[in-house]
């Protein structure tokens, strides 16, 4: 399975308030259309602190790089894509493989 984590900064002047309303509700609506998408997950961190380097991290599971590049490649895939670009001032986006260690 590949996991994609996008570590997101929020747009200068946009509050933390509304970045977590848009991380949480707004934008999750968006990923539910990229197609081919088996999980998504996004974490935002528990306070505001301007000195973080980033306010979230989203993560996408897809089987394989190819599933994941056809999935960004579609209209649902663009369109987060677009949305993510409209509300963050940085993403940093890493593709991993997971090596499950331990847990659930």
């Known amino acids: 399975m590949i996991k994609v984590m996008s570590l997101m900064k929020r747009k200068e002047g946009m509050s933390f308030a ?14 539910r259309g990229v197609p081919g998408m088996k999980k998504y997950q996004v974490d935002v961190v528990v306070k ?5 380097t980033y306010d979230s991290v ?3 599971w897809f089987e394989s790089e ?7 490649a579609t209209d649902g895939g663009k369109a987060a894509g677009a949305d993510a670009a409209a509300h963050v001032s ?15």
């Open 18 to 31: 509304d970045y977590k309303k848009w991380a949480l509700e707004e934008h999750p609506k968006l990923a």
């Open 90 to 104: 940085n993403r940093v986006r890493v593709v991993t493989q997971e090596h499950p260690q331990f847990g659930h």
């Open 58 to 60: 989203s993560e996408m």
């Open 66 to 72: 190819e599933a994941m590049a056809a999935a960004f």
């Open 48 to 52: 505001d602190d301007p000195a973080n």
